[in-house]
Structure formats: C-alpha cells, structure tokens
C-alpha cells in the first residue's frame, strides 16, 4: 500500500474514532442535563455558565473530527477539554492506578493525546478539507 495512502487511512481512523467516543460522553451529557458541569466549574471558583463549553469540547469539536472539518482545531478543542475535565473532576485521581491496574486517568491521557496528533498531524485527505 502506498505510504500516503495509508497515512491518509491512519488519520481518518484515529480522527473518527476519536470523534465518536468523545461524542458519545457529549451526548450523555445533554441526556443528563448539565448542571453537575456547571456546579464543578462553580466549585472551582468558576462562572457557571462556563460549565456550557464541555458542549464545544464533546459536541461540535468531535463533529469536527468526525467530517475532518478543521480537524485540528477540533483536535485542540478536545485536548483543552481534557485538561479541564482533569483539573475539575480527576485532580485526586492524578498519581492512582486504576482497579484494574491501570492508570487511573488513561482514558483522559489517550484522549488528550490522539487530540494534540489530530492537532499537529491535520486530517489527511480523507476529511471535508482535504489535507
């Protein structure tokens, strides 16, 4: 196979799979109502009405990603929400394993990170922008 191909093939994956699973904690979000959000960002000491962007950060950027639609700002949007959901809800969490042994933030570490490569790599061809 091409090299470019399957960067391309590469990019489309980790840009959609990375899309769908954070939109689905977007979505449960909006099933649950946001108010637990918006209290955690009041408890930091936050407006509360900030609580709202966790709908950018797990709604629009990962439909970002999903259409390939300046994925790498969506990429960027996603890894900020990571830092934010660590620093709100998962600080105590930070030096934990898991009970399975893991790490206790390795999803949010994966999510974070597949961000910043969305971010930096762009979204391949195979994308509404195309590059």
């Known amino acids: 196979m091409n090299p470019a191909l399957q960067q391309d093939l590469a990019r489309l994956l980790l840009r959609v ?9 977007g979505i449960a979000k909006l099933d649950g109502g946001l108010a637990p959000i918006v209290g955690m960002v009041e408890r930091a000491g936050f407006p509360g009405v900030l609580g709202y962007a966790v ?31 660590v620093f709100l809800a998962h600080m105590g969490e930070l030096g934990s394993l898991g009970r ?3 790490w206790a933030l390795e999803l949010q570490a994966m999510f974070f990170v597949s961000g910043v490569v969305v971010a930096l790599t762009g979204p391949g061809r195979f994308s509404v922008n195309g590059r």
């Open 100 to 102: 399975t042994g893991g």
């Open 17 to 25: 799979t990375l899309g769908i699973l954070i939109l689905l904690h």
């Open 55 to 85: 709908l950018i950060g797990e709604i629009l950027a990962p439909l970002m990603l999903i259409a390939g639609f300046h994925a790498r700002i969506g990429g960027l949007l996603v890894a900020v929400n990571m830092l934010v959901a």
